[in-house]
């Protein structure tokens, strides 16, 4: 009995001491979760207009700029609900399985940013006739060209049959071209930008062609080339006219008929061709031309070429090099014609004048040439199937009559940047800033430099 | 705050009652009122591409606004008092509020059993939206849904990524519609004669059989010929997207710019712990519904499909979560380097050998994950205006999923190999822990302020160190200091000096009945070599003239 009181008196102390201790320590609650806001006055009917009018008069200096953002919010919501990027791919893709494949053509020089439309279209295919051994095709472009006042109009018709089971295929091509007004700066090294001049090339070439695929990756052809080659004046504003400014000084000035034969090695490994990360490209060509027409033109011709496209730790980081050296030997006491002649200056090798990209395009012309072009790129931008890389260039070349007359200190160079934007691995727009002694020279392609 | 915070509180609340936009109790109005009056907005993700990544990325610095936010962050006018975020139609606090039951978490926003696997299942649509593949159906209850599907060499990746990311997004306390997990056979699809689809050509076509066929070759098939695909449920009343800037000014309840708003900023700490790049305003829909006879405009996130490893239609690109989709900042910044140095992701790609490691994961690790440099795809200015304060409160609720409460919802997505299952409850789980770490480094990481009258005007005030309770600190580690700020009646105000203490209690004394309000600053220091923390949490207290007593009527962790 008086164990158990001793235990009643202990839990009753306890309780009350407990008691006590909670009533003194009472918790004043409040409701973390309340719904007042911390900023009442700022929230209202009133205070969101104010603040609408506050946010419009902050961005006041925005406004010029609303259309814009507008029609191009708009273009882009229209686009995608009518889904009109599938419906282009459609159409293009339509027209190629039919043979037909639209394409751009750019003018040679000036008029930066000038597009004009050309087109391939591949005969069999338009014809539905399916077999894997011919191809014919036939293309044309024009370019308007702004600055030349004066337009660029190619037309050309090829055909290919290739073996069925060996490795050889012949080729035959023709092509026609035309364009009012080419730049000329005279020949040689120490030809001066005060001698501008422009012609106007009017072209038909002929070629029958056999080819050796070699291996997958080399092949060795040879050609029958027919050239015909008339020379006017360049209609050009304000540039002094070749024949009038140069005379008769210039070896085929008066154009010519040639005939001649060449051959052809060509080794290409690089893993993509549009935007190589590894691996390169080697040619060697030989070939040997005579007039038909008995204006004394008469020369043999060796070029050889060679790209390389080397990986730094990583294939983010590539060393792009290329070396080009060609020589022109005339024979018989002939000339060599100027428009076949080696050509240094510009921004695509496409247009046949060897990249010196911060010159001109045709700045120097002579018998002989080397360049060497050095790139290194490097991705700066990469989102799924987008990238883009920035690089800095480094162009040096010299043209030459005589491989003795050579000289270092004549050597002309090129240094700038530019950006590549690619899809797909496929470049599709390449924006090229360079500058050399000559000044600063800007370009844009839808192609990368080599 | 006036010396009267009742009536402060009070005005507070009616504001908040009647002016919170978007709160859940509105004005008295139809559906059919409503639906005549909010006017309907439209969006695609080209027009959001090209305006945040090419008009706004160069506008913004013609903007006043934008400068001046780089300087001073715009304060979150849907904070509430307690720094909290009030239950409103875009937010309502679920998990973060009260930890929610595994029942709860595993059945979401899903209030039926989703489309009747027995079927027929009618295809009145196909997806148009989007880059997956899509069907609009019909049930057999005349519910409709859209079907999505997943990559045909990515089976589950996906659909899982939606079942589990809808979830957790709603278990933090954003609405989402239901989307349902369903194994079906493709026998119990019936095309509507009326059905139409967008072939890849772009071209709107009469969806055939054959069609359907086409569709359903692209996608996985399970055992047994079965397809897997997420039926989320179509909402009704639909009036477009949430904007991510300004407010719906047909709505009358959007009072708050959305830019404005603590729970739409924070969606970039949700989103980088989810890894849901594709936020963006498409990705929302606004939605008239009605409760208790008041129609309201309620605001949704949708479109779960591209979070976790998933970008929908392929695994996530590398890049994703470190830059936009076109980010000229990085690019800016990367030029002039000549790439001597590769980025952080690129690196850890390069170390995986450019390969993902499983198909119905895609591309999800933690490798470089920062939380305070994470992106989604679009640049958004609303997820730049986040402050410490808002990042912190999104920190906290993500922190408040425990590593069984992960793993349950990410097994509710049904992966088929269990160890799937096991990588992203795992991956969720570090990420948490990242993303805790570092919000609650940027403020003093205190909540669950609680204050005790201990009699004779003492008072004392408890809290609870989430560094501490989250296992980033022991008790040993943090040392804290407080500062109290005394205002009398006649507004004379008193500072007091500054006291040390170690626990997560610490009391005072009020000198002077005259005492109306009581503003105190605390620190924390972690570790011996620590520094004290940046922001102090501030606790306002006021003087209640009926019990003479004081209770906390403010708490701010700073903007």
Known sequence: MKKSLYWMIIFLAFVIIAASAALAQREVDYDLYSSALKYPKAVGPKQAQKRELQLFAGRILEQPFRPIGFVLGETAEWVERTHTENKVIWFFDKL????????????????????????????????????????????????????????????????????????????????????????????????????????????????????????????????????????????????????????????????????????????????????????????????????????????????????????????????????????????????????????????????????????????????????????????????????????????????????????????????????????????????????????????THTHVSF | MKPNHRRTILIAAIIAFFCLAGSLISFAMTVEELDHRIKNTDTTFYREFFETTFYKQFVQFLRLDWLTQKVKRTPAFDASLFDEVPDSAFFVNRQGKTPMSKEELIRGPEKGTGPDPAGPWRVVKGKVEGVSAGLYIEDSKGDRYLLKFDPKDYPEMATTAEIISHKFFYAIGYFVPEYYLVHFKPEILQVDPKATYYNDDGFKKQLTQEALETILERVPKMKGGLIRASASKMLKHVKGYTSFEGRRKSDPDDLIAHEDRRSIKALRVFGSWLNHYDLREGNTLDVIEEENGNAFVKHYLIDFGATLGSASYQPKVPVAGHEHILDWYEVGKTAPTFKIIEKPWEREWDALKRQVASPAIGYFDNYQFNPGTWKTQLPYDVFDRLSSAGAFWAAKIIMSFSNEDIQTIVDSGQFSDPEDSKTIASILTVRRDTIGRYWFSKVTPLDRVKLFDLGNQNYQIQFEDLNVKYHFFTEKDVTYHFKLEMISKKGKTKTLPQQEFNSSSFSFSVPSPDIVRINVWIQARYGQNGRWTHSPLKIVLAANPESASFSVVEIDHGV
Do not use: C
Not at chain 1, 247 to 272: A, Y
């Open chain 1, 96 to 443: 190629a399985s039919h043979g037909v494949y639209p394409a751009l053509r750019t003018p040679h020089e000036g008029s930066n940013g000038t597009l004009g439309p050309g087109v391939r279209i591949q005969l069999d295919k338009l014809a539905q006739i399916e077999q894997p051994f011919a191809i014919v095709n036939v293309s044309g472009g024009w370019t308007p060209n702004k600055d030349f006042a004066g337009t660029t109009v190619d037309l050309s018709t090829d055909y290919k049959i290739e073996a069925p089971t060996k490795p050889l295929y012949h080729k035959g091509i023709a092509r026609y071209w035309r364009s009012s007004a080419e730049s000329f700066y005279g020949i040689g090294q120490k030809s001066s930008r005060g001698e501008w001049s422009s012609y106007e090339p009017e072209e038909l070439n002929l070629e029958g062609k056999f080819g050796y695929n070699i291996t997958d990756n080399s092949e060795l052809t040879s050609a029958v080339v027919y050239q015909r080659m008339n020379v006017g004046n360049g209609n050009r504003e304000r540039i002094g006219k070749i024949k009038e400014h140069f005379g008769t000084g210039i070896p085929g000035i008066n154009g010519g008929d040639l005939i001649g034969i060449k051959s052809i090695w060509i080794h290409d490994n690089r893993d993509f061709k549009t935007d190589p990360k590894k691996g390169g490209y080697q040619s060697f060509e030989f070939s040997y031309f005579h007039d038909t027409d008995g204006s004394n033109l008469q020369y043999l011709t060796m070029t050889g070429s060679a790209a390389h496209f080397i990986p730094i730790f990583s294939d983010r980081r590539i060393l792009a090099l290329r070396v080009v050296a060609e020589k022109n030997q005339k024979l018989g006491g002939d000339q060599i014609p100027f428009y076949n002649m080696a050509r240094l200056g510009g921004t695509d090798i496409r247009d046949g004048s060897e990249l010196l990209r911060s010159y001109a395009f045709n700045r120097y012309f002579d018998e002989s040439l080397i360049v060497a072009n050095a790139e290194y790129r490097y991705n700066i931008y990469e989102y799924g199937n987008f990238a883009g890389d920035a690089f800095a260039l480094f162009d040096i070349g010299e043209v030459f009559k005589e491989v003795h007359n050579f000289v270092f200190d004549e050597l002309k160079f090129s240094y700038g940047g530019g950006v590549n934007i690619k899809f797909r691995r496929h470049t599709i727009l390449s924006f090229v800033l360079a500058r050399g002694n000559e000044g600063w020279a800007t370009s």
